[in-house]
């Protein structure tokens, strides 16, 4: 996988600009996009709008030169919507848009039959740094670094059921920049809108971890169905 930050796709559509309709929005939306991160698995996740708190993740093959869909379920993201990665400010709640790899994979529970991806056992002493004025900022740690604040840190182990599966989002994690946000996942439902994760049913986080093969470089895509944070640029 390529690491961090892939590409922040923004963009407006060309229906948005008052171009015809065009044959190619017909196609299936991977095909429509100007990066896919060069692999052969992906998985969108797309809002209808910036403000919107909820949509779709869906996961894709790439097979016989075309990407055909392997599931889909209901998504749920920032309190505050979506914003473009690059301008992200921590603490807002607010899910950022762009092109990302996927790391690891770690769950409070076991790994899934079948799972591929690499993956961490949450354990007691298992922390994820927010602290902006760490040197682990933006990393899993086990345990809490002295550096690093526990009010300013995620205890992962405490998010039961969010975190029994998760995949970290390769957001601001190869060369962390402090105060753009850390922690940034896809993982299971909680009782509502993250602060700035993406989140899908249980059974579905599950099926994306057995579907999921490093081997084929997957990557996520998080934007709106158009406007300046599309998912799609043509």
Known sequence: MRPGVVAALASASLLLLGAAPDPAEDAPLPERMADTGGGTQLITAEAATTGATSGTVSWWDRT?????????????FGAKGLVEGGSRRQGTSTTPTGLYDLPFAFGIKTAPSGARAPYRRVRQDTWWCQDNDSLSYNRWT????????????????????QYDYALVIGFNYDLPVRGRGAGIFLHVNGKGATEGCVSVPGDAMERILTWADPGRRPHIAIGTAGGTTAITRY
């Open 64 to 76: 016989g030169g075309r990407w055909i869909k392997a599931g889909s379920a209901p998504a749920r």
């Open 142 to 161: 086990e345990p809490l670094p002295g550096d690093c604040r526990a009010s300013e840190s995620e205890h992962l182990i405490a998010y039961d059921p």
